[in-house]
């Protein structure tokens, strides 16, 4: 009960990770390989204010701020690179953040990690399932934030400048304030899917923020279906649950320690073979047509 | 309306557009802009939206210096385009192309799409009922909800000029409007200009159909080696040695 409990709970914390990416790169076309970053950045918010004694949920809101501010000051100078320059730069940025989290010992003990961080709780009750609960109701929220945002105008000019900058600025779009509002936006969710992270697991390092966590999350917005509000649902919940299901292969018992490695070859493979046989995802866009 | 001043642009060593001038007035409905391929009628109006930044010169938009504006101030000065190369929105129905064309719109607010759902609402079904009038005017109509990717070339090119519609500009600057559509089709184009027209909108014209120049422009400007060598009637331009030269060598001949 107690692993269903914990895949659960993982899983309603890719999908608001993913959901948070998808509007970024899904809807606005933003290649941001640096979402990790974000994520860590609500992570060690929410887990320094409340080791220092604030509460949990000053610190997930504290976490979507912070996250939600930094990929405003991120996308100020970055958002006029387009294309393969935004990604690199994003990359970039999400191992600046890890690098400062590893050698800022002062704020973030560094390579050891922050220990103890308090868990999710209600009415004196803090087990898995309080956390379950607590994401729960905290991802569908957000998604219901997300489709919000996907079908208004705003969301539909998103489209326009996803599809083609050119017509949305000859048409008097202002790009960059589009973009800008919508990498602050992103990133607070990813802030806030990783403050929920930081206090599901109760410890955190530098190094649980790696480039590995970039790919897995934007396998889950791949694999789904980017620019649907489902597709990251169903990426999210397939990537976690395969991960999981290799744990049960009948490895002989020295192998066992090389599941992480096959995991990792087996995403890359399903990412690879995606682009080449169905690029749009599982859930495809309802409008997808290739230029004929 | 518009002013060009000397317009001068290269791109390295190549020199593009060279001491350009002219002024387009609001008399003349549509004005035609016409020159051998690489002539520089495509960089010329990319300069004219603010793609490009020319060397020299001074662009004018009713009297406003647009030099320093970006595209996307350019537009709410009352200028709009249509691109040589039709660039639809594929992944948007073909009332989306047009639905997401107005600026600003109240929906693009995040603030007020969760706080003020009913003023989003109310602009939103003014936006797509001129949308609907539009797409009837282009003959479209059932195919409102169709993905813009599967329309062909030439409902593509029309869609294009329904989305300029949708800003309700003053004047036009329409790239090749009729390359590669059949002639049923350019006919209905030119009813569609005609009426907007009589609706007040001015049009500058880049176009290699000279029937078509002869038909619809009263004024022709003839571009060659990124210099205007010809200001006139498009029945002159036939005539004009300049242009037979420019277009066909000297002993040419421009078919009426």
């Known amino acids: 009960m107690e692993y269903l409990l914990h895949i659960g709970i993982v899983c309603l914390i890719y999908i608001l990770f993913a959901s948070s990416l998808n509007l970024e790169l899904g809807c606005a076309g933003l290649y941001n390989f640096g979402h990790v970053g974000f994520f860590a950045i609500g992570s060690y918010t929410t887990a320094l204010l409340t080791l220092s004694g604030y509460s949990v949920w000053f610190g997930l ?35 600046m953040v890890r690098l400062f989290l590893l050698n800022e010992r002062w704020l973030t003990r560094g390579p050891m990690g922050l220990p103890g961080i308090p868990r999710v709780e209600i009415l004196g009750y803090s087990g898995n399932t309080v956390t379950l609960l607590t994401a729960l109701v905290i991802t569908v929220v957000s998604l ?108 002989p018992a020295s192998m066992t320690a090389g599941v992480a490695h096959i995991q990792s070859m087996l995403f890359g493979l399903v990412l690879i073979l995606l682009m080449l046989r169905r690029p749009q995802g599982i859930i495809a866009e309802s409008h997808l047509i290739q230029e004929t | 309306m518009l002013e060009l001043h000397s317009i001068y642009k290269s791109f390295g060593g190549n020199q593009v557009l060279r001491d350009v001038s002219f002024a387009l007035d609001n008399k003349t409905p549509i004005t035609g802009l016409i020159g051998p391929n690489g002539s520089g009628k495509s960089t010329l109006f990319h300069v004219v939206m603010g793609f490009y930044s020319q060397d020299k010169g001074r662009v004018l938009f009713n009297g406003q210096h647009l030099d320093t504006l970006p595209p996307e101030k350019r537009c709410h000065s009352g200028l709009s385009c249509t691109f040589q190369d039709s660039r639809m929105l594929t992944f948007m129905t073909v009332l989306e192309n047009l639905t997401a064309i107005p600026t600003p719109q109240h929906g693009e607010s995040l603030v007020k799409s969760f706080f003020s759902p009913l003023l989003v609402h109310r602009q939103e079904k003014e936006i797509q009922e001129k949308a609907r009038d539009i797409l009837e005017l282009l003959s479209l109509s059932s195919l409102a909800d169709a993905p813009a990717g599967s329309l062909s070339y030439g409902q593509r090119k029309l869609l294009e000029i329904g989305r300029v519609m949708m800003t ?13 559509i059949n002639p049923t089709l350019i006919q209905s184009l030119v009813k569609i200009l005609e009426t907007l027209v009589q609706r007040g909108m001015r049009f500058f014209l880049v176009e290699h159909n000279m029937p078509l120049v002869s038909q619809l422009c009263d004024r022709v400007l003839v571009l ?32 009426a």
């Open chain 1, 61 to 95: 809101l504290a976490a979507m701020l912070v996250a939600g501010l930094s990929g405003l000051i991120f996308s100020w100078p970055v958002l006029r690179l387009t294309g393969d320059y935004f990604g690199i730069a994003s990359l970039a940025f999400a191992e």
């Open chain 1, 144 to 251: 219901f934030c997300f489709k919000k945002i996907l079908t208004s105008p705003f969301g539909r000019t998103l489209k326009l400048i996803r599809e083609d900058e050119h017509v949305a600025r000859a048409f008097g779009k202002d790009v960059v304030s589009f973009k800008t509002r919508t990498m602050a936006i992103g990133s607070a969710f990813g802030g806030l899917a990783g403050g929920l992270w930081a206090h599901y697991l109760g410890y955190i390092s530098p190094n649980d923020f790696s480039l590995q966590l970039t790919v897995l999350v934007l396998l889950c917005v791949v694999l789904g279906g980017r620019g649907t509000l489902l597709g990251p649902i169903v990426g999210a919940v397939l990537v976690v649950s395969v991960g999981e299901g290799l744990r049960f292969l009948p490895l």
């Open chain 2, 224 to 255: 060659d080696a990124g210099e205007l060598i010809f200001d006139g009637c498009a029945t002159a331009a036939k005539k004009d040695k300049n242009v037979i030269q420019a277009y066909l060598g000297s002993d040419g001949y421009v078919e």
């Open chain 2, 168 to 180: 309700d500009p003053q004047l036009v600057l329409l790239d090749e409007p009729t390359a590669g």
